[in-house]
């Protein structure tokens, strides 16, 4: 459980790291923090099927900053997330 613990809180850091450096403040309306929360818990809910089916471990973090982009613009507008 600890362990699960520790990934979670890196996922949630790196989301937070990558918001802080990435996305407008204008743009999350809150802390960074509280929409990696939410990014979380929708890629969560988006990803479970993927995850269920066996994904890597660390994938979804290594992915972080694609589904936070997804999240906060869309599909087919556009990627702040580098090739």
Do not use: C, K
Request: hydrophobic fraction near 40%; glycine fraction near 8%.
């Amino acid at each position: 459980m600890e362990e699960e613990t520790s990934t979670h809180r890196q996922h949630l850091d790196r989301l937070e790291a990558w918001l802080t450096e990435h996305a407008d403040p204008a743009e999350l309306r809150v802390e960074p923090r509280t929409t990696a929360l939410v990014i979380d818990a929708l890629g969560n809910a988006w990803f479970r099927r993927w995850l269920e089916d066996g994904a890597r471990p660390g994938e979804l973090i290594r992915r972080a900053p694609e589904y936070a982009d997804l999240v906060l613009h869309g599909v087919g507008t556009g990627s702040l997330v580098e090739d």
